[in-house]
């Protein structure tokens, strides 16, 4: 098979048909009542919470050329995502009827949340899939680069859970959510053909990238997530599911001893 055929293919399965997976779970998992909501999203948040601490954060301090660059960027995502969601809340009439000077970023409805992880994992797909390029690009069509996809698809699942979810429980079509976990597995793809064609010759950009979206996903995780499970459900169950969130995170992270 043609090199780029196969990444196309590869990527394209594991990273669009996982997050879509994802998203097909999240809706058949669903569920109405105010303690399920808060008890699904404590759950999301430590999933993020992982992937970002244990996956994204270590493979950015890998790239980066110097240590400061990372948690400087990580914060800069952060901080960006905070803004963009202040426009993004005045832009959606959010403002304070009797305040028209307020904006109220601290929180806003579900569907931003769900919208801006997204974007979130839109952009950390991109040199996720440049590590799959790269890998066939030095090795070729090799056992080596459909376990990086594979476990790509892995991650992938609880990603495009965590988009579909809050999409979901502010009232989106199923479809809809799905599309949405979908598409932002499309970068995947456009980051194998770069790393194929460029292999791993940019780790700042890699670096930077994965930084960016870490601290997009902390913001949803810290200023969406968890206080809209805290306003559905105030109970430790939510936080033992966080937790469990997390440890699930961390099992699919280092199962077969490999992460991207």
């Given amino acids: 098979m043609n090199p780029i055929l196969f990444v196309i293919l590869l990527t394209a399965a594991t990273g669009v048909g ?22 699904l999203l404590s759950f999301t948040a430590g999933l993020m919470l992982s992937i970002v601490a244990l996956d994204m954060v ?6 980066a050329p110097w240590l400061p ?29 009797n305040n028209p000077h307020h904006c109220a970023c601290g929180h806003h409805d579900l569907h931003t949340a769900g919208i801006v992880l997204a974007a979130a994992v839109a952009l950390h797909n991109v040199p996720v899939g440049m590590a799959v390029g790269a890998t066939v690009a030095v090795q070729g069509i090799c056992l080596a680069s459909v376990l990086a996809a594979v476990t790509i698809g892995l991650h992938n699942l609880p990603e495009g859970m ?4 809050p999409l979901l429980h502010d009232g989106a079509k199923t479809w809809k959510a799905i599309a949405v976990a979908a598409l932002s597995g499309v970068p995947t793809v456009l980051g194998a053909l770069a790393g194929y064609f460029v292999g791993n010759q940019a780790p700042a950009a890699l670096a ?7 601290g997009a996903m902390l913001y949803v ?20 599911a966080t937790v469990l969130g997390f440890a699930l995170g961390v099992l699919l992270i280092f199962s077969h001893g490999n992460h991207h």
């Avoid at 965590?162 to 979810?165: M, Y």
């Avoid at 930077?208 to 870490?214: E, I, N, P």
């Avoid at 995780?221 to 033992?240: D, H, T, Y």
Wanted: one cysteine or more; glycine letters at 8%; charged letters at 15%.
């Fill in 69 to 97: 660059m990372t948690p400087v960027v990580l914060v800069l995502g952060f901080v960006v995502t905070y803004l963009l969601n202040c426009w993004i809340d005045k832009s959606a009439h959010h403002e304070d009827q």
């Fill in 58 to 63: 270590p493979e950015a301090i890998e790239s």
């Fill in 162 to 165: 965590s988009i579909a979810i």
């Fill in 221 to 240: 995780v810290f200023f969406e997530l968890l206080p809209e499970a805290g306003l559905q459900w105030r109970s430790k169950w939510a936080i033992l």
């Fill in 208 to 214: 930077a990238a994965l930084a960016l979206a870490g």
């Fill in 18 to 39: 996982g997050l879509a997976l994802g998203g097909v779970l999240a809706a058949l998992i669903k569920r109405e009542s105010p303690r399920g909501t808060s008890l």
